[in-house]
């Protein structure tokens, strides 16, 4: 299995930025997949979530309102859109399948 996250960088508070993920060697079409992230000194936090068919859409309170995930199955890709971005976003965000985890990108939001 692996996953590999780009699209990370620097954004302004209020901006947007859109990370990916691609997936290999797993049964991407039909497995759910999910977003998290950390940030300095603090745990690893559930970001949002969607099933296999884009069906069913989770989000953490935080983000709700604010992010949208998506997939493309056809690309075996994953996407966070990230909208009206706030400093506290800051964190390195990771691509989660079952047990397994991408790298992570780096997302920093500042002025």
């Known amino acids: 299995v692996q996953l590999v996250e780009s699209g990370g960088g620097l954004v302004r508070p209020g901006g947007s930025l859109r990370v990916s993920c691609v997936g290999s060697?797993?049964?991407?079409?039909?497995?759910?997949m999910n977003w998290f992230r950390q940030a300095p000194g603090q745990e690893r936090e559930f970001v949002a979530g969607?099933?296999?068919?884009?069906?069913?859409?989770t989000y953490s309170d935080s983000v709700k309102g604010r992010f949208t995930i998506s997939r493309d199955n056809a690309k075996k890709e994953v996407y966070l859109q990230m909208d009206s971005l706030k400093p506290e976003d800051t964190a390195v965000y990771y691509c989660?399948?079952?047990?397994?985890w991408g790298r992570g990108t780096q997302v920093t939001v500042s002025s």
């Open positions: 989660n399948v079952v047990k397994f």
């Open positions: 969607i099933s296999w068919n884009a069906n069913r859409k």
């Open positions: 060697g797993f049964p991407f079409h039909s497995s759910d």
